[in-house]
């Protein structure tokens, strides 16, 4: 079955850089693109970032935009998140997450990984 | 303040059917596949209805969508005790900076 297992996380000082990594199993990972998607504490859903399953095109949300690079390697399974220039307000658990359908240049999420948390804080 | 607007809360009793409202715009919903999301508290969200009307494998048939124009709809049909949890609608989002939007989140409560 489908594994998303989130690595990384932990406490940052505000302007810090903190690197998030996603170990995917049980599918097809070079068919599939990639999302981010952070939920802050007793918060909402807020999508993050996108990479094709090629990994030739990314989407940012504007939050992050120019702080944040998605990346992929297809020959290791891994789906990573830089996060430089942290804020308070990037304080969250980061999910890695798989898009729903293959070969797609955009998505919507389909599988969730449980999350890794991030917590910035002087 | 979301793109997409949801209901806070929602309600009703267990064998009851409710609803929950999506509305947003002509650059989202109004051009793309709506998807909605369940998350039981302390989990991670589950994908519940795909490309507007569409359940995936597992999915309960007492969950289903639908969208007219910019706005969209989850409707729970038989309401049970587990249902109790958030649901979020989300859809791509065509404007300048293309991107997923979510909604705001829906608490629902089996009374």
């Known amino acids: 079955q489908v594994q998303l297992v989130e690595s990384g996380g932990g406490e940052v000082q505000p302007g810090g850089s903190l690197r998030l990594s996603c170990a995917a199993s049980?599918?097809?990972?070079?068919?599939?693109?990639m999302h981010w998607v952070r939920q802050a504490p007793r918060k909402g859903l807020e999508w993050v970032a996108f990479i094709r399953f090629d990994g030739s095109t990314e989407y940012y949300a504007d939050s992050v935009k120019g702080r944040f690079t998605i990346s992929r390697d297809n020959s290791k399974n891994t789906v990573s998140l830089q996060m430089n220039s942290l804020r308070a307000e990037d304080t969250a658990l980061y999910h890695c997450a798989k898009d729903f359908i293959q070969w797609r240049d955009y998505g919507l999420v389909g599988t969730w990984g449980q999350g890794t948390l991030v917590t910035v804080s002087s | 303040q979301s793109v997409l607007t949801q209901p806070p809360s929602a309600s009703g009793t267990p064998g009851q059917r409710v609803t929950i409202s999506c509305s947003g715009s002509s650059s989202n919903i109004g051009s793309n596949y709506v998807y909605w999301y369940q998350q039981v508290p302390g989990t991670a969200p589950k994908l519940l209805i795909c490309?507007?009307?569409q359940r995936p494998s597992g999915v309960p048939d007492r969950f289903s969508g639908s969208k007219s124009g910019t706005s969209a709809s989850l409707a729970i049909s038989g309401l049970r005790s587990e249902d109790e949890a958030d649901y979020y609608c989300?859809?791509?989002?065509?404007?300048?900076?293309?991107?997923?939007?979510f909604g705001g989140g829906t608490k629902l409560t089996v009374l």
């Open positions: 490309r507007n009307n």
């Open positions: 049980g599918f097809t990972f070079s068919a599939f693109g």
């Open positions: 989300a859809v791509w989002d065509d404007s300048l900076s293309a991107h997923v939007v």
